[in-house]
């Protein structure tokens, strides 16, 4: 699939990755709808990009009402659907239970449980849904991208993080399998540590210990998952696999 006029739908796309991928591909001359929670971030994120035609809807992908009505609103100004990229997700990290000398003194909530597989695993399967019903209507194909991540083989305090991009993974591979008839890809990249907002904001330290335990001795750049996501589009006899873009890190 050529990127150039391709019709992309990215969530989370208010910073980090999600904004990384959106700058490059509207670069590539890609016509882009934003989702996210955050209407300012997301706003300042749309005017940055290059190129004309683009939208946004602030929406919570937990939410299918809400999804349903802000794809109602991209499908309209894109004027259809060629890739989606699930990117948005949020952690909660906590250990399952916090015990000290025998005794527990905490556990995992629930509600820290919940948040991650809604946002994260919910919100994936509703946007993806979303996003198929699309394409099939379009009658072009499509590809929908899962963004997973190297936690999806378990990471220490992770358990629903872990959890959640475990599923996001297994659920690339069955809607490649449901959806090839229909000329629709599904794929999921596993990006390892990389320089967000968020990881950047970190003591030096901290990095420095994460960068250690990489091969290559250094956090990925958010635009060398930009250039994963461009491979992902334009390879299509990548099918119903995940990606992992880590540095050779394996949790």
Known sequence: MNIADSRIIITGAARGLGKAMARQLAGEGACLGLIDLDEDALSATLKALPGTGHGM??????????????????????????VLVNNAGITRDGLLLKVRDGEVESRLSLAD???????NLTGTFLCARRAA????????????????SISKAGNFGQSNYSAAKAGVAAMAVTWARELARYGIRSVSLSPGFTRTELVAAMPEKAIERISAQIPVKRLAEPDEMSSAIKFLIEHEYFNGRDLAVDGGLRL
């Open 133 to 148: 019903e699309a394409m099939i209507q379009g009658a072009k194909g499509g590809l929908i991208i899962n963004i997973s």
């Open 57 to 82: 809807a602030v929406a919570n992908v937990a939410d299918e009402t809400a999804i349903e009505k802000a794809f109602d609103e991209l499908l309209a100004t894109l004027g259809g659907l060629d």
């Open 113 to 119: 449980w919940q948040a991650v597989i809604d946002v």
